[in-house]
């Protein structure tokens, strides 16, 4: 069974726009799948709707896997994580401080999250940064930081809405070089937005290409990948 399945999206906002036409997407686990358009398409939209953070005005999302489990995750909600354009880091708390705090928000001690929270750290190469602050990082580490933040829950679906568009172009080339090692190691189940077709077909496995107006879905293809795979 897909991890999520979207039957028919749509999304028409107050104004009368509508941002998404009938969109029909199965995510199955480990796929790296790109949502790929102009601005405009209804990415955004999408994720948000994915997350839960909008909802949809028909059509239907549901959750496949985990209604054959029978039961939702533990904390209620479906297991995502999402990173945003901007890193949105705590300025006044440490790196582990930052990535201790979707843990601590579960209830976790300081105590029982550090084995979690240095390996999240060690997943972006930043363990060694535990104790400092983001104004002492640079914008790429920054990005890293929220990263191993979205990873430190372990989350069933990584949400990633244009994760790298703020940073200069050789800090994006380095985190999509590490994001792809990773994904290749961890096997994390990935929807990406961008409107960078090199982003697109460099990292994902699969290509969801949008349209604007209205925000629709005009291809869904497999990408092979330019090298082997184990
Ligand atoms: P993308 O992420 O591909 O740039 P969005 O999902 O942000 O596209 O937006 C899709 C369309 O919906 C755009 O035309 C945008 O202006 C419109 N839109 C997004 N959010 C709202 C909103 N809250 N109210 C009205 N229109 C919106
Ligand atoms: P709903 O509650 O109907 O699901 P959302 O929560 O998806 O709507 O709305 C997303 C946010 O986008 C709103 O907080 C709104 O303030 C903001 N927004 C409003 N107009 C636009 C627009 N044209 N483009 C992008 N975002 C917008």
Redesign the pocket.
């Known amino acids: 069974a897909p991890i999520i399945s979207l039957k028919k999206v749509s999304?028409v906002?107050?104004?009368g726009?509508v941002?998404?036409k009938e969109m029909s997407l199965d995510i199955k686990r480990g796929e790296f799948v790109s949502l790929l358009?102009?601005?405009?398409?209804?990415?955004?939209?999408?994720?948000?709707i994915i997350a839960g953070l909008s909802t949809a005005s028909s059509g239907s999302v549901t959750w496949p896997e985990e209604a054959r489990r029978g039961k939702p995750a533990e904390d209620g909600g479906h297991e995502i994580s999402f990173v945003f354009q901007e890193p949105t880091l705590m300025p006044w708390a440490t790196v582990f401080g930052n990535v201790w705090l979707p843990l601590r928000l579960k209830g976790v001690s300081k105590r029982a999250a550090r084995d979690d929270v240095i390996a999240a750290l060690e997943m972006v190469g930043l363990e060694d940064f535990a104790d400092s602050y983001p104004r002492e990082l640079s914008g790429g580490m920054k990005m890293r930081v929220s990263i191993a933040r979205a990873l430190v829950t372990k989350p069933r679906l990584l949400l990633m809405?244009e994760p790298f568009a703020a940073l200069d172009e050789i800090t994006r080339f380095k985190l999509n070089n590490d994001l792809l090692h990773l994904w290749e190691k961890f096997g994390w189940t990935v929807i990406f937005?961008t409107?960078s077709v090199f982003e697109s077909v460099y990292l994902s496995n699969r290509i969801v290409v949008?349209a604007?107006?209205p925000?629709r879905v005009v291809e869904d293809m497999a990408v092979d990948a330019p090298y082997p795979r184990e």
């Open positions: 999304k906002f107050a104004n726009t941002a998404l358009g102009p601005s405009g398409c209804g990415k955004s939209t999408a994720l948000r809405d937005v409107h949008m604007a107006r925000g």
